[in-house]
């Protein structure tokens, strides 16, 4: 399954940015420049990224393709298909951000998804990622292999873990004080449909936080994608017999799906 665009997180502190364009589309914009640090610049300096917010569609065409002839991309207003990138929703709790975008074809849906995730993320998210941040070194002293710091990591902020986000847990040094050793584990499933959306949240999670992950030479794609992006995904006719530490998910179809 390919993505339709791939999300970004661009630093724009006290780069040019140029915005085209009058009126409440233009300064939408402008305020989130602003917020971002970036330099609001005309059509003519220098800049890799620019937005127009013109209503005319025939003047909007041609700045758009005089940006473009100079290798600039462009976010384009209401014109999903000539934009380059588009600018998403944002949740914002202090260093963490969750952009939601639906790539230019509903604003407000992506506001909608917004205003859920406002309710749903506490305000001490932003504590919690500066706390693990600045347990950096103890955790690296604490866990000296990588693959086994992330297992921690991540059994800690798991649903229920001591550090749980959507819990409002925060208190990164206590943790790390009486954390132990994560256990190795192995989860085999056997899978009754070829649609990830039919995953179960016991399986998702899994995936999410493999190491390994053996699977049969019929297990499609789009199921293999549900697993961390730098999870090891081996192909093989059944589980060895040292499948290896850390997190283990071994993945077999039924034939009868």
């Not at 005309?42 to 065409?61: C, M």
């Not at 976010?75 to 639906?102: H, K, Q, S, W």
């Not at 995730?117 to 693990?132: D, I, V």
């Not at 499933?189 to 049969?216: K, W």
Request: hydrophobic content about 50%; aromatic content about 4%.
């Amino acid at each position: 399954m390919s993505l339709a665009s791939l999300p970004l997180f661009v630093r724009l502190a006290g780069r040019p940015v140029i915005l085209l364009g009058e009126g409440e589309p233009a300064e939408a914009k402008r305020r989130l420049l602003d917020r971002a640090g970036a330099l609001v610049v005309g059509e003519d300096a220098q800049a890799a990224l620019a937005i127009v917010a013109i209503e005319d569609e025939g003047q909007a065409q041609a700045a758009i393709a005089r940006l473009k002839a100079r290798g600039v991309l462009v976010n384009a207003v209401d014109r999903p298909a000539a934009c380059d990138f588009t600018l998403p929703a944002i949740v914002e709790r202090g260093p963490v951000i969750v952009a939601i975008g639906t790539g230019g074809v509903s604003a407000g849906l992506a506001a909608a998804l917004r205003q859920r995730l406002e309710a749903l993320l506490p305000a001490g998210l932003g504590t919690l990622a500066e706390g693990l941040y600045a347990a950096r070194a103890a955790l690296r002293a604490r866990f000296p292999d990588g693959a086994e710091r992330r297992r921690a990591i991540g059994a800690a902020l798991s649903p229920g873990g001591a550090l749980d986000p959507l819990a409002g847990e925060t208190d990164v040094a206590g943790w790390l004080a009486g954390v132990e050793r994560p256990a190795a584990s192995v989860a085999t499933f056997v899978l009754t449909s070829c649609d990830p959306d039919d995953l179960t949240l016991r399986q998702a999670r899994a995936l999410a936080a493999a190491d390994r992950v053996y699977h049969r030479p019929d297990v499609p794609f789009a199921i293999l994608d549900r697993a961390r992006a730098d999870a090891v995904r081996i192909e093989s006719d059944a589980l060895p017999m040292e499948p290896g530490e850390g997190q283990i998910v071994d993945l077999t179809m039924d034939r009868r799906a």
